[in-house]
Every structure is written in structure tokens, then in C-alpha cells.
Nanobody
């Protein structure tokens, strides 16, 4: 069982930045595709970004150029740098780990962007 623990959320003004972290309790962390999803009030959960074991990244069009996903396999941690934030980025952000048929989720961390 992979356990995921998100941190780094909070309240920030528009135009500001935050860095989210997700620490995994897995010694072979490097094999997982790691992703960040978000769910805004009244909206469905959506993919924000993911990064595979080789470092290839994908981003939602709404965040491309503003957010950056990265991973540190030595620390079993994936990061999401959120820059140039807008109120539309307000959501609960969830960490996800995938490996073939295995799929694990964190509890989420709240990001609130004020205008």
C-alpha cells in the first residue's frame, strides 16, 4: 500500500505562487507515474499535470506555462509549483500515484487564491 501525503496548500493572492509537495511511502517510488489533480467547488476532478518515471511531463491547457511538476526520486516526493495564480485556480489539489493497475490517492490540500 502506497501512502501519499500532500502539503503546501494555503491562501495566496492572485499573482502569487505556492509549491505543493507529495511524499510517498514507497521505496521504489521511481516506477510510478505521479500526478496532480484538482477539484474546484461544484466541478469535477481534473488532471492538472503528471510526470512519468522517465521525467516526461503533461499539463492541462489551463495551467501550461504557469505550473511546473517535478519529482525527486531520492526523496520519494513529487512537487507542483503553482505560479501566476488566479482565483480560478482555487481548488483542492490531490496527489496521485499510478503503476499499471495500481492507483493511489492522497487526501488533498486546499489552495485558495484571493483577488
Amino acid at each position: 500500500q502506497v501512502q501519499l501525503a500532500e502539503s503546501g496548500g494555503g491562501l495566496v493572492q492572485a499573482g502569487g505562487s505556492l509549491r505543493l509537495s507529495c511524499a510517498a511511502s514507497e521505496s521504489v517510488f521511481s516506477v510510478y507515474v505521479m500526478g496532480w489533480y484538482r477539484q474546484a467547488p461544484g466541478k469535477q476532478r481534473e488532471l492538472v499535470a503528471n510526470i512519468n518515471s522517465g521525467g516526461r511531463t503533461n499539463y492541462a491547457d489551463t495551467v501550461k506555462g504557469r505550473f511546473t511538476i517535478s519529482r525527486d526520486n531520492g526523496k520519494n516526493t513529487v512537487y507542483l509549483l503553482l505560479s501566476n495564480l488566479t482565483p480560478e485556480d482555487t481548488a483542492v489539489y490531490y496527489c496521485d500515484a499510478k503503476y499499471f493497475d495500481y492507483d493511489y490517492w492522497g487526501q488533498g490540500t486546499q489552495v485558495t487564491v484571493s483577488s
